[in-house]
């Protein structure tokens, strides 16, 4: 039987929400981290990176200190390792220009800040030669104080990018307050000869994706579209003629070269800084003449035998949890794809083990309870792998959770309304007037805990007429 798919792969604004993994770290939204696109499509074949790009974290004090030479993309972490690899085509590229840029970020736990610093690829560095402190120029073209404040969810800062020329790697440091980490993005961006300005002529329509390794006879083909739909006679077709070709890097490639055979306003590969355009084996975008008329581009994959997809799905953890004499119970449940070996582990925000649980799963779900002893108060994590019992990459989904001390009448960060500037999620705060606590509530909704005054008084803590916009009580 033959199976038909098509791969929407355009690219889009992300709008991110609240969840079950509104605690974790952070990374940089604008030019956009090399982490953050691997989870988002952007760059593929990227490893465990792509469920947590909030979590590059390393110890602070670059360039004294800092992850390893060789180690800067992935911050020394061994499973996020696939970031170190440094090729001149391997990591899709933003374009940018020298100038005011702003550098943009989305904090999924908004730390306590000493500064933002950005760094940025010396001019002759060698884009085929794993990061190294060599290759940057290592003092900051831009620096920005973070007053040991916590800042917004989404910040930005507008700094002047320097002058430079065709392919450059930004690296993005945040220094944290409360912990002696930092967190390290590294973002790879494209700067044409004429001074960095990207060429008006041409615009992406969508990517090759190198998702599947393929069979011979199997086929992989373009589907284009303008505001109109389809235009058949604009598809490139590529039947896969042997093992070697299927390979999914290599007929990645084999497509994209084919498009720019083939096409006269469509072009695959990693754009050059003089305006060409290259296939590489990997992630190739997709380019429309803008002249064209041209929508959108996307590819269909026809396979004879479609292969098992391995996953793993968890629900119902929440988000906090109360600890109780030192101890915390998890009930939690995995829905797994495949027959898999399913892993659980908890860990604390220094990357220890807290606790363990596994099953084996075929096609099945299990609610998991885990009870945890001797664990403390702060930002927790779930790491939920599977592991095929045939063969075969894991899977992995990581759950970010707070465990709190906090109880009513008990523990709060301030008496309202002292400090109100600086309430952000998970700020606890004692109402007077009533006596009891509440908790501020995650982003979205934790902008609203900060707007009060005397004439103003909606979300007030427990009294105002909209509180529970903006609040939790602490049962």
């Known amino acids: 039987m033959t199976r038909n ?28 981290s090399r982490g953050y696109l691997c989870k988002i499509g952007g760059n593929s074949q990227c490893g465990a990176v792509q469920w947590e790009p909030q979590s590059i974290e390393a110890p602070s004090g670059f360039p004294a200190q800092g992850p390893a030479d060789g180690k800067i993309a992935s911050a ?8 170190d690899a440094q090729t001149s085509d391997r990591w899709t590229k933003r374009d940018i220009k020298a100038g005011p840029q702003n550098m943009s970020w989305f ?60 392919y450059q790697v930004i690296l993005g440091v945040w220094e944290v307050g409360d912990t002696v980490n930092s967190f390290y993005n590294v973002v790879d961006v494209m700067f044409d000869d004429n001074g960095g300005q ?34 058949p006679q604009l598809q490139t077709a590529l039947t896969i003629a042997n093992s070697t070709q299927g390979l999914r890097n290599n007929w990645a490639h084999a497509l994209a070269s084919k498009i720019n055979q083939e096409q006269q306003h469509i072009r695959a590969g990693q754009k050059a800084s003089d305006g060409q355009f290259g296939p ?4 190739n975008p997709i380019y429309l003449k803008t002249s064209s008329g041209l929508s959108r581009v996307e590819i269909q994959i026809e396979q004879k035998q479609p292969p098992l997809v391995n996953s793993v ?22 829905a797994a794809q495949g027959d898999l070996n399913v892993i659980n582990t908890v860990y604390n925000h220094g990357g220890v083990a807290q606790g363990q649980s596994e099953a084996s799963l075929n096609n099945s779900n299990k609610t998991f309870t ?62 007077n007037k009533n006596g009891k606590t509440y908790r501020c509530k995650p982003f979205p909704y934790s902008g609203y805990c900060s707007q009060w005054s005397t004439s103003a008084t909606h979300y ?16």
């Open 5 to 32: 798919f098509t791969l929407h792969l355009l690219t889009t604004t992300c709008l991110l929400s609240a969840s079950t993994g509104a605690f974790a770290h952070g990374y940089m939204t604008e030019p956009t």
């Open 76 to 83: 020394g972490h061994i499973q996020f390792s696939e970031l």
């Open 107 to 166: 904090f999924t736990a908004n730390h306590t800040t000493r500064n933002w610093r950005y760094y940025i690829t010396q001019q002759d560095w060698n884009p085929n030669q794993p990061l190294t402190r060599a290759a940057f120029d290592l003092k900051p073209f831009c620096e920005v104080d973070g007053g040991m404040q916590k800042p917004n969810p989404q910040t930005s800062h507008l700094c002047t990018v320097p002058q430079r020329t065709g």
């Open 198 to 231: 990207p060429a008006p002529d041409w615009r992406q329509g969508g990517s090759i994706h190198p998702s599947v390794d393929l069979k011979s006879g199997d086929r992989v083909m373009t589907r284009v579209f303008d505001q109109n739909g389809e235009r």
């Open 280 to 283: 590489v084996y990997g992630l």
């Open 313 to 334: 799905q968890v629900s119902n953890l929440a988000s906090e949890y109360t600890i109780q004499d030192g101890k915390v119970s998890l009930t939690f449940n995995v």
């Open 370 to 431: 885990m009870a945890l002893s001797n664990v403390k108060a702060g930002h927790h994590q779930l790491v939920v792998k599977g592991t095929p019992k045939n063969g075969g990459a894991y899977v992995q989904q990581t759950l970010d959770m707070m465990f709190n001390d906090a109880t009513a009448g008990g523990q709060y960060d301030f008496v309202f309304p002292a400090s109100i500037k600086s309430y952000q999620a998970g700020t606890l705060v004692k109402q």
């Open 460 to 475: 007030e803590p427990g009294v105002g007429s909209d509180w529970s916009s903006a609040w939790d009580e602490v049962k």
